[in-house]
Nanobody
Framework: QVQLVEFGGGLVQAGGSLSLSCEAS????????MGWFRQTPGKERTKIGV???????DYADSVKGRFTISRDNAKNTVYLQMNNLKPEDTAVYFC???????????????WGQGTQVTVSS
């Protein structure tokens, strides 16, 4: 079965950093684009950024320059390094897999369970 599991969520003060990872199994990881998304109660899920199978990345303006996505295909793992965190970054963070980095969110094939990130002011 396909599984995506996020690790590394927690509580951090504004200005601090956190690193998230997402370990995938049951799929040919190197052929998938991997996206990071986040969601807060009462709001729609939004895309943070994505890394394609060739290594190209794209980020939302709200995190550009602060967040970095990378991947290690040998470990079937994608990472999200978050620096200079702000209270508005508080959300449940999800990783997901799609056949292309150009797919809209609704066309992502597989999703993780999410991990909570809380940034205190």
């Amino acid at each position: 079965q396909v599984q995506l599991v996020e690790f590394g969520g927690g509580l951090v003060q504004a200005g601090g950093s956190l690193s998230l990872s997402c370990e995938a199994s049951g799929l040919l990881f190197s052929t998938y684009a991997m996206g990071w998304f986040r969601q807060t109660p009462g709001k729609e899920r939004t895309k943070i950024g994505v890394i394609g199978w060739r290594g190209t990345t794209d980020y939302a303006d709200s995190v550009k320059g602060r967040f970095t996505i990378s991947r290690d295909n040998a470990k079937n793992t994608v990472y999200l390094q978050m620096n200079n965190l702000k209270p508005e970054d508080t959300a449940v963070y999800f990783c997901a897999a799609a056949s292309s980095m150009y797919k809209p969110m609704r066309e992502y094939d597989f999703w993780g369970q999410g991990t909570q990130v809380t940034v205190s002011s």
